[in-house]
């Protein structure tokens, strides 16, 4: 839908969850291709494993994860 926030390593957007069967606000978090490096890009794939395994009411959820075309990992959380 939007941006929401820009970091010095990622964005993160409005996205809506619109298949027939839900409708739902969520938040996409990409990492910016121009600002990474290799050690980066492992470590945000491993920080969205942590943060996958966490279920607590004052944590955000990891809906979904996977990388861009680009090979940019992504996470949408609640």
Avoid: C
Wanted: hydrophobic share 35%; charged share 35%.
């Amino acid at each position: 839908m939007r941006e929401l926030g820009k970091g010095s390593k990622g964005v993160v957007y409005l996205a809506v969850r619109d298949d027939g069967a839900f409708r739902k606000n969520e938040a996409i978090q990409v990492l910016r291709g121009d600002a990474v490096t290799p050690e980066f890009v492992e470590r945000f794939r491993h920080e969205r494993q942590v943060l996958a395994n966490f279920d607590h009411p004052k944590i955000a959820r990891i809906l979904d994860g996977g990388d861009t075309v680009e090979g940019m990992p992504y996470y949408v959380k609640e």
